[in-house]
Nanobody, 116 residues
Framework: QVHVVESGGGLVQAGGSLRLSCAAS????????MAWYRQAPGKQRELVAS???????NYADSVKGRFTISRDNAKITVSLQMNSLKPEDTAVYYC??????????WGQGTQVTVSS
């Protein structure tokens, strides 16, 4: 069974930084896209950032210039460096791996809370 586990969430003051990490195990196919999503209370889940196998990245407008996504293909991990955090970044953050067959694997989520 595939395991996807996020880590690194927590409570931080506005202007601070956090680094989220996500690791997958027991995935026996090539991973194309790795991505981070977030869901705030009462809102829909939204894409925060994604990175392709070739290293191309995509960011939500709200996080451009503040967040950086990176991946390690050998270790099947993806990270999200979050700087200059704002209260509106408060949400549960989820990572997602998409394999070559377009199958998605989601983590269980990690809470990020930014206090003002």
């Amino acid at each position: 069974q595939v395991h996807v586990v996020e880590s690194g969430g927590g409570l931080v003051q506005a202007g601070g930084s956090l680094r989220l990490s996500c690791a997958a195990s027991r995935i026996f196919s090539s991973i194309n896209t790795m991505a981070w999503y977030r869901q705030a209370p009462g809102k829909q889940r939204e894409l925060v950032a994604s990175i392709t196998a070739g290293g191309s990245t995509n960011y939500a407008d709200s996080v451009k210039g503040r967040f950086t996504i990176s991946r390690d293909n050998a270790k099947i991990t993806v990270s999200l460096q979050m700087n200059s955090l704002k209260p509106e970044d408060t949400a549960v953050y989820y990572c997602k791996f998409t394999n070559q067959y377009s199958t998605d694997y989601w983590g269980q989520g990690t809470q990020v809370t930014v206090s003002s």
